[in-house]
């Protein structure tokens, strides 16, 4: 045999070279592609979490529904401001009809009446704690009290005229159905102290 056909017999043919090129990078893609994914779904995932971490810090405090906040008693500076107490006239006006029908006096000599005891009620301790805050529904009670109403009566009064203000202002059209429900709500969680003074303020204007 000549050297020729050794070189041929040994040598591989290029059209074997070119065959197992492809070959050998078909093995390599899915290597590459699974990487490259991988480096995806770890930067969603980062993205992800980093825009809730930002949602959750920036993310403002909710407000409470109309008609919900707490007063504050007397004369308090804060910022809380009692349902109602920027609602219509009539508001406070079918407070004081209703309140006076059940207590079988006028709206007038209520009035004078509040005022007239509330200087000395508002100074004078709820209880015979000496750290004990001053009640400020104390004129109501006590009228209420030369009456002959009793607490309970004059709580079922209070409740009573302060819904029929609500549905009033609902008929009109200036508070919905669940704001006055959830107005009522708040009214019968107060304490009968709170519950007088906020009353006490469609007579005397405090």
């Known amino acids: 045999m000549s050297d020729e056909d050794t070189q041929r017999s040994t040598s591989p043919e290029p059209t074997n070279l070119l065959q197992n ?3 050998r990078r078909s093995r390599r893609g899915p290597a590459a592609l699974l990487l490259r994914l991988g480096g995806v779904i770890i930067v969603c995932v980062m993205a992800i979490v ?10 403002p405090p909710s407000s409470s529904a109309p008609g919900t906040n707490v007063p504050t008693k007397g004369n308090d500076n804060g910022n809380a401001v ?16 209703q309140v006076a029908q059940g207590l079988h006096l006028s709206e007038a000599q209520i009035s004078a009446q509040l005022q007239a005891a509330g200087a000395t009620s508002t100074a004078t301790p709820a209880s015979t704690s000496k750290n004990a805050a001053p009640d400020p529904g104390a004129p109501m009670a006590n009228l209420a009290a030369q009456l002959g109403i009793s ?8 409740l009573n005229a302060l819904q029929t203000a609500c549905h009033t202002l609902v008929t009109q059209g200036k508070l919905t159905q669940a704001d006055e429900d959830q107005r009522m ?22």
Request: charged fraction near 15%; avoid cysteine.
């Open 151 to 158: 607490t309970d009566q004059l709580r079922t009064l209070e």
């Open 50 to 59: 980093t825009w809730q971490a930002l949602a959750q810090h920036t993310s």
């Open 82 to 97: 009692p349902p109602g107490w920027n609602d219509p006239a009539i508001y406070w006006q079918t407070i004081r009809t």
């Open 21 to 23: 090129r492809p070959q």
């Open 185 to 206: 709500q708040v009214f019968r969680g107060w304490d009968q102290g709170t519950l007088n003074w906020y009353v006490m303020h469609a007579f005397t204007g405090q």
